[in-house]
């Protein structure tokens, strides 16, 4: 019979573990069980479902609340370091993922919040061993960081933009045609810009739709921008990434950081650093 040390070791490889069969095959199974009922829960907002199918739909919610709930207190009682695991990424989402249906019961439409447990389908990163792909991603963060400041100011400059086109909107066409204010008139040239056009307000005078099709124009000269300076970022980010120790054989650089041959030739890398 197992002491209770031996059962939290023993849950502990199952549940954290991904290194064996039983601790994956239980991370596979509770992701399935998170979309599952992510989607009973994106079903159960159609009026013409949840009506007919009230029950079935309430019955289901509960019972993975229940499951959920009796994984996070597994969690607890097996971690070696419990209040590091309530206090990680995945134990803060753990919690959230199952509060909503509890709130529920005292707050009308909480319920709704519990695809945030979608969030947790973010483990299936471990459980296929994606974390080699990490460094990609890293690669990714790295650029966006570098590219803050421009981005700021682009940002910047596309707020002062829509501040004088929403000033000038309001001016010409006013509360008459929808523009009631100014931050509305503001909140009219940001859906212009991004190309969204909502139709929600539009212009009715002639000089109205000279700006409306000036902003326009703008919107699509400003669009392509984030992405160029993110882009040039990368791309430097990505040289960084390359080694400059040139292949043994051919003598051309450019190899990826961790290659073990040379991509031009073939040739083994292993020892071109010395």
């Given amino acids: 019979m197992m002491t209770k040390q031996q059962l939290r070791q023993e849950l502990y490889r199952i549940i954290f573990g991904t290194d064996t069969p039983a601790g994956q095959r239980f991370d596979m199974v509770l992701i399935y069980a ?120 682009f940002f910047t400059i596309v707020l002062v933009l829509s501040t004088l086109f929403g000033c000038l909107m309001y001016v010409v066409e006013g509360p008459g045609n929808g523009f009631s204010s100014i931050p509305k008139s503001i909140y009219w040239t940001i859906v212009t810009l991004t190309t969204v056009g909502y139709g929600d307000i539009t212009p009715h005078t002639v000089l109205g739709q000279i700006i409306s099709t000036l902003a326009m124009l703008t919107g699509y000269s400003i669009i392509a921008i984030p992405t160029g300076i993110i882009t040039a970022e990368l791309a430097n980010e990505m040289q960084r990434d390359k080694s400059v120790y040139p292949c043994p054989n051919c003598v051309k650089a450019g190899h990826d950081m961790d290659a073990t041959h040379c991509k031009w030739c073939g040739a083994d890398l292993g020892n071109m650093r010395g």
């Fill in 34 to 153: 998170i979309l599952i009922s992510v989607f009973a829960v994106m079903l159960g907002t159609v009026d013409s479902l949840s009506s007919k199918f009230f029950s079935v739909f309430f019955l289901v919610e509960w019972l993975f609340t229940g499951l959920f709930t009796l994984e996070y207190m597994v969690r607890i009682f097996c971690s070696p370091n419990r209040r590091k695991y309530l206090f990680s990424f995945y134990g803060i989402v753990d919690l959230v993922s199952i509060v909503p249906s509890y709130l529920g019961l005292l707050l009308a439409g909480a319920q709704y919040l519990l695809i945030i447990r979608l969030l947790r389908v973010l483990r299936v990163f471990r459980v296929l061993k994606m974390v080699r792909h990490m460094s990609e991603a890293n690669v990714l963060i790295r650029s966006i960081v570098q590219a803050r400041r421009k981005i700021f100011v």
